[in-house]
């Protein structure tokens, strides 16, 4: 998660204009296929795109792998460009296809894939975004600050919720802002995060700092959703 282009923040328009715009932003999604009773409950209009259940069993049944895909090991700055490489080939699709393995349709599908490609495949029962919050909190750590490219991100559905999505850092600016490739309900998108800043959505110089994004909790700028980043390639 039809090429698009990457979110924009809604600062620096009319207030009108603004209040529409971010009706209109993407959700985070790490699904497609929200229940229906989810759905019911989106406030007007109707096409906003709204943040569904976490997709159990993303990713190919395991063992399916390619060997070649298992295979592939590369230098931790190799494997890094080539997860990146992977996940922001897939911006604006909705299912996550790569290298002939179709490995689902939500968040934890993306990085698995990008993960897998780069040649450092996640663990298999490690599907959705808490099984995987689990593993790299064990394994790795996590932290609040200081993403690096290549780095997992996980977001909740509210400010201080449990971790629900996960992507991946594609850069970081200067500012500490980093650029998030996330399966969301409109397909692969980017979405601005800055935990540091976590209610500006700019920058005094107008850079942006973080996407709204509409959740449970309603419209909330994507810092104040970060749970915690990963270092795991």
Known sequence: MDARPPLRTIAGVSPLRTSVLALVLIVMACASRAPAARRDRLPPPAPVSRAGTVAHGAGPAPGSVPRSVQARRAPRAQAVQRAIE????????????????????????????AFAEAGVPLPDGARDAPALHAVVRERAGTRR????????VFLADRPGGSPEHVGLV??????????????????????HVNGAQPWKLRAESGRALNDVLLVGAGRVPAGRLLVAYATVL
């Open 170 to 191: 594609e850069s970081v600016s200067a500012d500490g802002t980093a650029l998030v490739l996330h399966r969301t309900d409109r397909g692969v998108l980017r979405v």
């Open 145 to 152: 600050g200081r993403p690096v490219p290549g780095d997992l």
């Open 86 to 113: 992977t996940a922001s080939a897939l911006v604006g699709q909705r299912e996550i296809v790569v290298s002939g393995v179709r490995w689902g349709d939500g968040c934890a599908a993306l990085v698995r894939a």
